[in-house]
């Protein structure tokens, strides 16, 4: 079968933090895998986190009402998008498998990771009212979040503190990722990393699995969600 390209979307400031050891594990295992493996190093580039005009050269449509789904669809047709977010369209069309790989910010991604969403996925190139969910144009595309949080898994279940990690994750993995058409992986989680090192003799992904090669998606809405506690 063709090489595989994965695209690996990475939030992370620090080079010695175990989102970077988790990343560097990641190409390693997937490049070892045969993968073509393409890497959007976020803060490293400084990665553009607003949805503004600046992200359309030349004349917007209605500067009065400026609405930026619309008017970056006719740019994207037009080809004046902005280069970063031309280069990412790039990426993205030829990943088969999308990892993003960042820590957990208040039950999401790092602004900077919802900056790429917000940005990246533009009317007309990612989804459409007609091309969505099911029927979504990333459809033959996989997705999976990677990330570590601050708490620990008892905290994330259905009667923890948090509540259930299947409800903080509906947003991004359905409202986002399905929703784009992609087919979600079920998220890899390092619970509370500060407690375990990145050296440790299992390598940096403690003996968790590894990258996603053939996983069956999850479905939307996952059936196990709202069972709980039936009965
Ligand atoms: N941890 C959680 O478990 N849930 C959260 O909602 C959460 N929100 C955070 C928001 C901010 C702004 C920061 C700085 C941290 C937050 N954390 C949260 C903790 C981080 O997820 C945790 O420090 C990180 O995953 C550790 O990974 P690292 O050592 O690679 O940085």
Redo the contacts with the bound molecule.
């Keep these: 079968s063709a090489t595989k390209t994965v695209l690996l979307v990475y939030a992370?400031q620090?080079a010695g933090?175990?989102?970077?050891a988790v990343k560097t594990a990641a190409v390693d295992e997937l490049k070892k895998q045969g993968c073509r493996v393409l890497v959007s190093d976020l803060y490293e580039v400084k990665f553009k986190a607003t949805a503004t005009e600046d992200d359309i050269t030349g004349a917007v449509k209605n500067p009065e009402h400026f609405c930026y789904g619309n008017e970056t669809m006719l740019a994207w047709q037009e080809a004046r998008l902005a280069s970063d977010i031309v280069d990412e369209h790039k990426k993205l069309k030829e990943a088969d498998l999308v990892i993003f790989q960042f820590?957990?910010?208040?039950?999401?991604v790092p602004a900077i990771m919802k900056g790429w969403m917000d940005r990246v996925l533009t009317l007309g190139f990612a989804y459409t009212l007609e091309k969505r969910y099911s029927e979504g144009i990333f459809r033959d595309k996989k997705a999976m979040l990677s990330?570590?949080?601050?708490?620990h898994e008892t905290?994330?279940s259905s009667n923890g503190i948090?509540g259930d990690m299947n409800v903080t994750l509906w947003p991004i993995q359905n409202g986002v990722l399905n929703y784009c058409g992609f087919q979600v992986l079920a998220p890899q989680i390092f619970w509370a990393?500060?407690h375990l090192s990145p050296e440790a003799p299992a390598g940096p992904l403690g003996g968790r699995r590894p990258p996603p090669s053939n996983e069956a998606p999850l479905a939307f809405p996952p059936a196990d969600i709202f069972d709980k506690g039936k009965g």
């Design positions: 992370h620090s933090s175990f989102n970077a820590p957990m910010y208040w039950f999401s990330f570590t949080t601050g708490s905290m994330f948090n990393p500060t």
